[in-house]
Nanobody
Framework: QLQLVESGGDLVQPGGSLRLSCVVS????????VGWFRQAPGKEREGVSS???????NYADSVKGRFTISRDSADYTVYLQMNSVEPEDTAVYYC??????????????????WGQGTQVTVSS
């Protein structure tokens, strides 16, 4: 089955940068959209960004201009580059995959596979 392995979560100061990684099973690399979601304590899981297999990207309004999602075909890895981070970005970040063809939305109900999550804490 498709597996997602996340890493990169850490403690970072406000205004700083962090890069999250999501390694995708190579056999599914060309067929799935990969998204990043986050969940803060007591809140619903929300979409952050997504990228389709052909490289089309989508961002939540709260992270536009600060976060960048990308794909590295050499390592079958999807990255989330987080710049100018804010305390409100603190959450567990999850990598997820959707099998809907040609789609890059952020509706979490349409994602079928999920990573284990990685903690991002923004604090001074």
């Amino acid at each position: 089955q498709l597996q997602l392995v996340e890493s990169g979560g850490d403690l970072v100061q406000p205004g700083g940068s962090l890069r999250l990684s999501c390694v995708v099973s190579r056999f599914y690399w060309n067929d799935y959209t990969v998204g990043w979601f986050r969940q803060a304590p007591g809140k619903e899981r929300e979409g952050v960004s997504s990228i389709s297999s052909d490289g089309r990207t989508n961002y939540a309004d709260s992270v536009k201009g600060r976060f960048t999602i990308s794909r590295d075909s050499a390592d079958y890895t999807v990255y989330l580059q987080m710049n100018s981070v804010e305390p409100e970005d603190t959450a567990v970040y999850y990598c997820a995959a959707s099998q809907i063809r040609g789609w890059n939305g952020l509706n979490r109900r349409l994602y079928d596979y999920w990573g284990q999550g990685t903690q991002v804490t923004v604090s001074s």
